[in-house]
């Protein structure tokens, strides 16, 4: 049969096509074209792939077809199964490549997914120079062994592994991969080494695994690699360094850490993991170690603390012989010395953490040596504008840090340290104390007036950014919040409490800002009084109401706000005061006393809009048109109504999300009250909608709730507790008490509809029992009227009409749980005599509120 040569110009014709057109399609230069068609040259795998596709050659022959047009197999192989010649094939079996890799001990754990990238990008053409960059410990030489592995039947000339750690001049990269690859200089004739090496490798096919290039590149020569690819078109160069080569040319991959399990104890969490990685390296150590499950914390916090580090896991896993896990989780926490191992076959830079960041630090300027310093006060990341300010760093040197594997991008614009590498270099700091001081205290004041200025755009329509921002730097505003503890920089701290309490607030972190609002409370307390300290003590007592209240603690927010007015009234400090008034208003209200609940909202409305602060004059004036549409039966439904659309498009001018949030909310109840189903669907979804877009659990707790009454008051109880069951499960997870007991006794509606009697009682019961805990009266009224409508059902008609009398006689109820409670003693007294009426109403006169309560929690639970 014809060559392969001349095969392939028969189909170039046969597919009519010019040789330009073919060599295109292929993806070859013309001039190689013409050397396959003369049998010159044999094509590359990626170019035999490329013409089997041109030419349409069916997948399941695309592999014989590569063969042939490699020389590997004959072109009888092309025939017809029919037509191909019967006797033996005697041509010699092609010579399997050579493989020149270390042999590893263990199974590579967690990179399945790196390994099939690399191996995707060795396989595209134009990639020829693939670096593999990362700290040291990373893995970078164990993933390019594997990957190389991966990669024998592309390579049919070899797969080699060349070692230049040992090496420390680029003078001697030459000999050793001529050593790699077997090859041997002639010292006769003229040809320098260089030359001898380019022209073996020239027609050469192979993959050279570089390793540990980085101590190399700070001295001219290692320019050769990037001659070595142009010399010899076929190769492929995959290199591990810890930082890139910066060579034209160069595809750079970063190796991150192992993959780190939020738990081990689900099924099949640890696979491919770090964790796995532990277990397997711990068992090694000691074959006695046998995980259990109170372990995996401990096993997970371990790969943690090291980010994933597969040198960091093993060096943690070789002290399984003598310590617990969580004895080696709290030993890592207090010091690198203890990731260190003393096993002869690891590298002496690989036998600690230490060692493997001396390395690296010897590798820096001493400009870059004092930036990593100043980097290590960071916690959790940090911007690069953060990182000028605070540790002089330009982008400039960032940039050359990244390049070195030392910081790393986290984000647009972010950067941070592995908690190791932070932790080094920390402690080199401390060797610096006066500088250290001096950073930490730059770090302090960026941060918390940072977290100061950002109050304006957290309550404007930049609040989702604004959040996303701010939680991304918590742990940087935390250690500046007690830095300036520490240091008793209270005019810092009182500066950012606006901020702090509704972030907080959104948030949920209701009980971690109460913490830090107690430390810097009783730093305070301790601290010589001046004018700045107790202003600052006052408005810290303001925020830490709000957080207490939203706990449903009212009784103790009441206390808090009480004193935080008796310390701010000599101050004369308006900004303040309104945020106080405002607080003391909602307690008053929560708590069912709504005419002096008005008051303070007026008085908050009248100071807001004196100095100028027209967020809280918003809030103010919102809140008094919700509180007299409810507890004010005189004013019209539609008239409170029109005033809930007129301050909703007030708050969409603002545009804070959080209380146009609010305002839906309230729109949708009086929307409900009127009637008006879908338009108050609508509002309290779109209510909803906006919660779930900044992340606020508590708004999202009640949008779901009056979800729940919407589809309650339609009889849709198996819908209505569908919502109320979400709602309960957001304001239980933000421990909200108050807001639990509400909502447990309107849901018990529906659960008492629906026939499911006893359930619906104990709910009752639990609401009451909850609600007289959190002083939240209005609600505990409320669940005195599910009660008597059960006590009614089990035939007690009596008992629950004393109930209704009580509930009647109370000031705190509001309109709808007195409009119930009304339609209920109706209904009963038309079922009794006119003597059975006057005797209950004679028991219900010498009963107080507080008897008839504790009568009811003292009783045996309903079944």
Same mark, same amino acid.
């Given at each position: 049969?014809?060559?392969?040569?001349?095969?392939?110009?028969?189909?170039?014709?046969?597919?009519?096509?010019?040789?330009?057109?073919?060599?295109?399609?292929?993806?070859?230069?013309?001039?190689?074209? @013409?050397?396959?068609?003369?049998?010159?040259?044999?094509?590359?795998?990626?170019?035999?792939?490329?013409?089997?596709?041109?030419?349409?050659?069916?997948?399941?022959?695309?592999?014989?077809?590569?063969?042939?047009?490699?020389?590997?197999?004959?072109?009888?192989?092309?025939?017809?199964?029919?037509?191909?010649?019967?006797?033996?094939?005697?041509?010699?079996?092609?010579?399997?490549?050579?493989?020149?890799?270390?042999?590893?001990?263990?199974?590579?754990?967690?990179?399945?997914?790196?390994?099939?990238?690399?191996?995707?990008?060795?396989?595209?053409?134009?990639?020829?120079?693939?670096?593999?960059?990362?700290?040291?410990?990373?893995?970078?030489?164990?993933?390019?062994?594997?990957?190389?592995?991966?990669?024998?039947?592309?390579?049919?000339?070899?797969?080699?592994?060349?070692? +230049?750690?040992?090496?420390?001049?680029?003078?001697?990269?030459?000999?050793?991969?001529?050593?790699?690859?077997?090859?041997?200089?002639?010292?006769?004739?003229?040809?320098?080494?260089?030359?001898?090496?380019?022209?073996?490798?020239?027609?050469?096919?192979?993959?050279?695994?570089?390793?540990?290039?980085?101590?190399?590149?700070?001295?001219?020569?290692?320019?050769?690699?990037?001659?070595?690819?142009?010399?010899?078109?076929?190769?492929?160069?995959?290199?591990?360094?810890?930082?890139?080569?910066?060579?034209?040319?160069?595809?750079?991959?970063?190796?991150?850490?192992?993959?780190?399990?939020?738990?081990?104890?689900?099924?099949?969490?640890?696979?491919?993991?770090?964790?796995?990685?532990?277990?397997?390296?711990?068992?090694?150590?000691?074959?006695?170690?046998?995980?259990?499950?109170?372990?995996?914390?401990?096993?997970?916090?371990?790969?943690?603390?090291?980010?994933?580090?597969?040198?960091?896991?093993?060096?943690? *896993?070789?002290?399984?012989?003598?310590?617990?896990?969580?004895?080696?989780?709290?030993?890592?926490? =207090?010091? +690198?010395?203890?990731?260190?191992?003393?096993?002869?076959?690891?590298?002496?830079?690989?036998?600690?953490?230490?060692?493997?960041?001396?390395?690296?630090?010897?590798?820096?300027?001493?400009?870059?040596?004092?930036?990593?310093?100043? +980097?290590?006060?960071?916690?959790?990341?940090?911007?690069?504008?953060?990182?000028?300010?605070?540790?002089?760093?330009?982008?400039?040197?960032?940039?050359?840090?990244?390049? %070195?594997?030392?910081?790393?991008?986290?984000?647009?614009?972010?950067?941070?340290?592995?908690?190791?590498?932070?932790?080094?270099?920390?402690?080199?700091?401390?060797?610096?104390?006066?500088?250290?001081?001096?950073?930490?205290?730059?770090?302090?004041?960026?941060?918390?007036?940072?977290?100061?200025?950002?109050? #304006?755009?957290?309550?404007?329509?930049?609040?989702?950014?604004?959040?996303?921002?701010?939680?991304?730097?918590?742990?940087?505003?935390?250690?500046?919040?007690?830095?300036?503890?520490?240091?008793?920089?209270?005019?810092?701290? #009182?500066?950012?409490?606006?901020?702090?309490?509704?972030?907080?607030?959104?948030?949920?972190?209701?009980?971690?800002?109460?913490?830090?609002?107690?430390?810097?409370?009783?730093?305070?307390?301790?601290?010589?009084?001046?004018?700045?300290?107790?202003?600052?003590?006052?408005?810290?007592?303001?925020?830490?109401?709000?957080?207490?209240?939203?706990?449903? =603690?009212?009784? =103790?927010?009441?206390?808090?706000?009480?004193?935080?007015?008796?310390?701010?009234?000599?101050?004369?400090?308006?900004?303040?005061?309104?945020?106080?008034?405002?607080?003391?208003?909602?307690?008053?209200?929560?708590?069912?006393?709504?005419?002096?609940?008005?008051?303070?909202?007026?008085?908050?409305?009248?100071?807001?809009?004196?100095?100028?602060?027209?967020?809280?004059?918003?809030?103010?004036?919102?809140?008094?048109?919700?509180?007299?549409?409810?507890?004010?039966?005189?004013?019209?439904?539609?008239?409170?109504?029109?005033?809930?659309?007129?301050?909703?498009?007030?708050?969409?001018?603002?545009?804070?999300?959080?209380?146009?949030?609010?305002?839906?909310?309230?729109?949708?109840?009086?929307?409900?009250?009127?009637? @008006?189903?879908?338009?108050?669907?609508?509002?309290?979804?779109?209510?909803?909608?906006?919660?779930?877009?900044?992340?606020?659990?508590?708004?999202?707790?009640?949008?779901?709730?009056?979800?729940?009454?919407?589809? =309650?008051?339609?009889? #849709?109880?198996?819908?209505?507790?569908?919502?109320?069951?979400?709602?309960?499960?957001?304001?239980?997870?933000?421990?909200?008490?108050?807001?639990?007991?509400?909502?447990?006794?309107?849901?018990?509606?529906?659960?008492?509809?629906?026939?499911?009697?006893?359930?619906?009682?104990?709910?009752? @019961?639990?609401?009451?029992?909850?609600?007289?805990?959190?002083?939240?009266?209005?609600?505990?009224?409320?669940?005195?009227?599910?009660?008597?409508?059960?006590?009614?059902?089990?035939?007690?008609?009596?008992?629950?009409?004393?109930?209704?009398?009580?509930?009647?006689?109370?000031?705190?109820?509001?309109?709808?749980?007195?409009?119930?409670?009304?339609?209920?003693?109706?209904?009963?007294?038309?079922?009794?005599?006119?003597?059975?009426?006057?005797?209950?109403?004679?028991?219900?006169?010498?009963?107080?509120?507080? *008897?008839?309560?504790?009568?009811?929690? %003292?009783?045996?639970?309903?079944?």
């Amino acid at each position: 049969m014809e060559t392969f040569g001349e095969w392939l110009r028969q189909q170039r014709d046969l597919h009519k096509l010019t040789r330009e057109q073919f060599a295109e399609r292929v993806g070859c230069s013309v001039a190689l074209l @013409r050397k396959i068609e003369a049998g010159e040259r044999r094509p590359s795998v990626q170019i035999a792939e490329l013409m089997a596709n041109s030419l349409n050659i069916p997948p399941a022959e695309s592999s014989t077809f590569i063969k042939v047009a490699r020389g590997e197999w004959s072109m009888d192989r092309l025939l017809p199964i029919s037509k191909r010649i019967t006797s033996p094939d005697i041509s010699p079996a092609p010579t399997p490549p050579r493989i020149d890799l270390p042999v590893l001990p263990t199974p590579l754990i967690g990179r399945q997914r790196e390994v099939q990238e690399l191996c995707q990008l060795l396989r595209d053409p134009p990639c020829r120079l693939l670096t593999l960059v990362g700290p040291g410990g990373i893995g970078k030489t164990r993933l390019a062994i594997e990957t190389a592995a991966h990669m024998r039947e592309v390579f049919v000339d070899g797969v080699f592994f060349v070692p +230049l750690a040992p090496v420390n001049s680029t003078r001697f990269i030459l000999p050793v991969i001529a050593d790699a690859v077997g090859f041997a200089f002639q010292s006769s004739g003229s040809a320098d080494p260089k030359t001898q090496l380019f022209g073996y490798l020239k027609e050469k096919q192979i993959l050279l695994v570089a390793d540990n290039l980085e101590h190399l590149l700070g001295e001219p020569g290692i320019e050769l690699l990037a001659e070595l690819l142009a010399n010899a078109p076929l190769a492929k160069l995959l290199v591990t360094s810890r930082e890139a080569l910066s060579l034209q040319g160069e595809w750079v991959f970063e190796v991150e850490g192992l993959p780190i399990p939020e738990s081990g104890y689900a099924e099949g969490s640890t696979q491919n993991t770090s964790v796995e990685l532990f277990l397997q390296r711990a068992r090694r150590a000691y074959v006695g170690f046998n995980a259990t499950l109170d372990d995996y914390p401990a096993i997970v916090r371990i790969c943690q603390l090291v980010d994933g580090m597969p040198l960091g896991i093993e060096l943690a *896993a070789a002290w399984v012989r003598t310590l617990t896990c969580s004895e080696i989780s709290r030993e890592i926490e =207090q010091g +690198l010395d203890f990731l260190s191992v003393s096993a002869r076959d690891l590298p002496a830079r690989h036998r600690s953490m230490r060692a493997v960041f001396d390395h690296s630090w010897i590798l820096l300027t001493e400009e870059e040596q004092g930036i990593l310093l100043r +980097l290590s006060v960071f916690q959790g990341g940090f911007r690069g504008d953060a990182a000028e300010v605070v540790a002089g760093a330009t982008l400039s040197t960032l940039s050359t840090l990244v390049t %070195k594997s030392l910081v790393r991008r986290s984000g647009a614009g972010r950067y941070d340290l592995h908690e190791l590498i932070r932790q080094f270099a920390a402690e080199h700091f401390a060797e610096h104390p006066q500088e250290q001081t001096s950073t930490q205290a730059c770090h302090g004041s960026y941060y918390l007036t940072f977290f100061r200025n950002e109050d #304006e755009r957290l309550r404007s329509s930049a609040q989702r950014e604004v959040l996303a921002e701010l939680t991304a730097e918590m742990d940087n505003i935390r250690t500046a919040w007690n830095w300036a503890i520490t240091h008793q920089e209270f005019a810092l701290i #009182e500066g950012t409490l606006r901020t702090f309490a509704i972030f907080h607030d959104i948030r949920g972190w209701l009980r971690e800002g109460l913490d830090a609002l107690d430390r810097a409370a009783n730093a305070l307390e301790t601290a010589q009084p001046d004018r700045t300290h107790q202003l600052t003590l006052g408005h810290l007592l303001a925020a830490r109401s709000l957080l207490e209240s939203r706990l449903g =603690q009212y009784e =103790q927010a009441q206390k808090i706000l009480e004193r935080s007015l008796e310390i701010l009234r000599p101050l004369n400090e308006p900004r303040v005061m309104v945020e106080v008034i405002s607080f003391l208003g909602i307690v008053m209200e929560m708590t069912g006393n709504y005419s002096r609940a008005l008051e303070l909202y007026s008085d908050g409305l009248e100071l807001a809009t004196t100095v100028g602060d027209r967020w809280y004059a918003a809030v103010c004036h919102t809140l008094i048109i919700a509180l007299v549409g409810v507890t004010h039966t005189m004013v019209k439904l539609e008239v409170t109504h029109e005033r809930l659309q007129s301050a909703l498009a007030d708050w969409r001018t603002i545009g804070d999300p959080r209380f146009i949030s609010l305002v839906l909310n309230n729109l949708g109840w009086n929307a409900l009250a009127l009637g @008006r189903y879908d338009e108050a669907c609508a509002a309290l979804e779109e209510s909803a909608a906006l919660s779930r877009s900044v992340g606020d659990q508590y708004a999202l707790g009640f949008a779901y709730r009056g979800l729940g009454i919407i589809a =309650q008051v339609q009889g #849709e109880h198996l819908q209505a507790l569908e919502s109320f069951r979400k709602s309960l499960a957001t304001l239980t997870e933000l421990g909200a008490r108050q807001d639990m007991a509400r909502l447990l006794a309107e849901m018990s509606r529906s659960i008492f509809a629906l026939g499911n009697d006893a359930e619906a009682g104990r709910n009752w @019961r639990e609401s009451l029992r909850i609600a007289i805990e959190t002083r939240g009266l209005f609600i505990a009224l409320e669940s005195l009227v599910g009660i008597a409508s059960l006590q009614a059902k089990r035939g007690d008609t009596e008992r629950a009409l004393e109930l209704l009398l009580i509930v009647l006689d109370h000031p705190a109820g509001n309109q709808d749980t007195r409009d119930r409670a009304v339609d209920l003693r109706d209904k009963f007294i038309a079922q009794l005599t006119g003597r059975q009426v006057e005797s209950v109403e004679g028991r219900a006169r010498t009963k107080t509120f507080e *008897a008839v309560v504790d009568e009811i929690l %003292k009783q045996t639970p309903f079944t």
